[in-house]
């Protein structure tokens, strides 16, 4: 069900970018989909009732970071920081992934160029250090060890 709706809600971004769909599992359990651009890979996951979006160079599928992490590093000290969204107060499934997916979309279609200029930096490894710091400074109780 959820292909159907995310055929729909990225119909937009497969054609103004170019996207394609290179891989795709939906079974009762797991749902994940991901498209590709010249040198990026965008995957999105369903955990529970919520979609999960990550990103990652097409060359460096280990280096993966969340979308949403992303731009609130890219973004530091700006008010217009996206953050996720997963529609909980909706009732019907359906509609919470259909608004997720949307919301998904319109995020990646208002920030694609700051993502594009990310990935093709020559400073992209010391920037996804420099992330994943960024995290767990605003998370440290995520990565705490016991």
Do not use: H
Not at 3 to 10: K, W
Not at 23 to 44: A, G, L, M, P, R
Not at 75 to 81: A, L, M, P
């Amino acid at each position: 069900m959820i292909t159907e709706l995310e055929e729909e809600s990225f119909k937009g971004l497969i054609q103004y970018y170019d996207l394609k769909k290179v891989k795709e599992i939906e079974n009762e359990q797991i749902y994940v989909v991901e498209f590709k651009t010249q040198n990026i890979i965008i995957k999105i996951q369903k955990y529970f009732l919520e979609l999960y979006v990550s990103l990652f160079r097409v060359d460096d599928p280990n280096n993966e970071v969340s979308l949403f992490n992303l731009l609130e590093y890219l973004k530091q000290g700006s008010s217009d920081i996206p953050k996720p969204n997963y529609f909980k107060e909706e009732k019907d499934v359906n509609v919470s992934y259909r608004k997720q997916l949307d919301y998904i979309c319109a995020t990646i279609s208002a920030n694609f160029e700051a993502i594009k200029v990310f990935f093709n930096s020559d400073k992209f490894e010391k920037e996804m250090n420099a992330i994943r710091e960024f995290v767990i400074k605003q998370n440290p109780n995520l990565f705490k060890t016991w």
